[in-house]
């Protein structure tokens, strides 16, 4: 009896510790399969995130791609020649090196026979003749009577605008390099008002243009166009409008 007891004891640890062995085997591979589960989501993860910050910081990517460009960016001084302020080219975000003048228009607004219509910028507090950029897939002439109406509230209709010239000197612009096509128009029956980037908006005779402060090379263009339908121009206040270049119409 004693060992039959001891047998049967015998096999049931055996039987005990063959199913330990097996549980163990068992939680092993549990383990090691969450284990496998947990580093393929972190990894799932962090690939979705890399991606999903390359889509939204498309700059970053073209700033670590920028190590190839070996050229230093053109650098002028700008403003007005009695100015001097550093301006810089930059390449844009779609990989294309292409430093162009942004292109603008400026409008003189011609009121009676010796006054013009003029805006106080928001920004600067200067006077500045009527203007901006030009959007893509806009003529000049187009992009004249929508910043017209945008920054006075005037509708050009049928008033014939005529060109006065272009100025294009990298320095007349404190803030990057533009390029403006200049009109002139008479429009004697406007009720302007300020809107869009305007402060104000403001009626002076030409013969004043040399007292006020302007935005950019405005003073230039007044005064060219002031010479331009006949009237003098101060003695010693046309130093720096010598300095602009610039390409002017003949007399209006």
């Not at 096999?11 to 085997?25: A, E, I, P």
């Not at 209709?157 to 990057?176: A, E, T």
Request: hydrophobic share 35%.
């Amino acid at each position: 009896m004693k060992i039959k007891h001891e047998a049967k004891m015998s096999y049931s640890t055996r039987r005990g510790k063959l199913f330990d062995s097996k549980r163990n085997r068992i939680l092993f591979i549990s383990i090691s399969l969450n284990i496998f589960l947990i580093f393929c989501l972190v990894l799932l993860i962090f690939t979705s995130s890399k991606e999903a910050g390359s889509k939204l910081k498309p700059t970053e990517n073209v700033a670590s791609s920028s190590t190839k460009v070996t050229a230093k960016p053109l650098v002028w001084h700008g403003g007005h020649p009695d100015e001097d302020r550093p301006g810089q080219c930059f390449r844009g975000a779609d990989h294309y090196c292409m430093c162009t003048p942004s292109l603008a228009i400026d409008l003189i607004i011609a009121s009676g026979s010796d006054h013009v219509w003029l805006v106080r910028r928001k920004d600067t507090d200067q006077l500045a003749t009527m203007g901006g950029f030009v959007n893509v897939g806009e003529t000049v002439e187009t992009a004249v009577a929508r910043e017209l109406k945008e920054e006075m509230g005037v509708d050009l209709n049928d008033h014939k605008i005529q060109l006065v010239g272009v100025y294009s000197d990298p320095r007349r612009d404190n803030r990057r390099h533009t390029a403006s096509v200049v009109f002139a128009v008479h429009l004697d029956s406007m009720h302007p008002y300020a809107g869009d980037d305007a402060k104000d908006v403001q009626r002076i005779p030409l013969s004043s243009i040399e007292e006020h402060d302007f935005f950019a090379d405005h003073r230039t263009i007044l005064l060219d166009y002031k010479k331009s339908v006949g009237l003098d121009v101060s003695p010693g206040n046309d130093d720096g409008v010598q300095r602009i270049e610039r390409s002017i119409c003949n007399r209006m």
